[in-house]
């Protein structure tokens, strides 16, 4: 009598194989990449047109690119543009972090995974926030810029911590941790020491500058994170 075994079932004592990726994850991940570039073509744009704002009873004009926050451009004849921009690419951005971890094969940490989900989500999330509460609404308004500017940092570092952990993650893992993390802090910081209101209301200044520097950076590792998880098989 012939006995014949299937070559595919798994040997006893064998790992059992993780399943692969939903493909539907791979485009969603691409909203990693797609919500900062959407939220950066809106304010290079309306920059451009911008006749200026009023804020606190101060009327800024001409708006610069140098001297004034993307945030000004949430206000005045631009408001109906950039503030949609704003909440629209955060919510792809929400959607693209998602789509990024299920990209990533588990690596039996599912705290850490969630504690990254959640710090990662919680950047584009600042933008939903900024574009419901334009500068008009100071304190939810500042709450949205520190989630979109300041919580990558940790973001970075915890996201690199888990995904250096995790089968064909582990070089990028380590350059969120190393370099996105204290990068992004050393901006942020720039940012903070040259924003001043009355110099800004005044025109003067680097503040525009240095805020655009730090979004820039920050959402330039978000599309690496998005293209690499959608390219990796």
Known sequence: MTITTDSTAPRAGAATPVPARRPGAAYLALGALLGPALCTVAWIVLGLVSPGYSIGGDWISPYSAIAQPISGLGMGATAAYMNPAFVLSGLVGVAGVA???????????????????????????????????????????????????????????????????????????????????????????????????????????????????????????????????????
Request: with cysteine; proline share 4%.
């Open 99 to 233: 789509g990024v971890l299920a990209r990533v094969r588990r690596s039996g940490r599912r705290a850490l995974r969630w504690v990254a989900l959640v710090l990662l989500a919680a950047s584009p999330a600042g933008l939903v926030v900024a574009g419901l509460f334009p500068l008009d609404s100071p304190v939810l308004h500042l709450a949205g810029g520190t989630m979109l500017l300041g919580l990558p940092v940790l973001g970075f570092l915890v996201a690199g911590s888990y995904l250096r952990g995790a089968a064909g993650w582990a070089r990028f893992g380590r350059l969120l941790m190393l370099v996105a993390s204290p990068l992004t802090l050393a901006l942020f910081v720039l940012y903070s020491a040259t924003f001043d209101h009355s110099v800004v209301a005044a025109g003067h200044g680097v503040a525009g500058l240095t805020q655009r520097l730090l979004c820039v950076e920050i959402f330039g590792w978000y599309a690496a994170l998005g293209w690499r998880a959608f390219r990796r098989r």
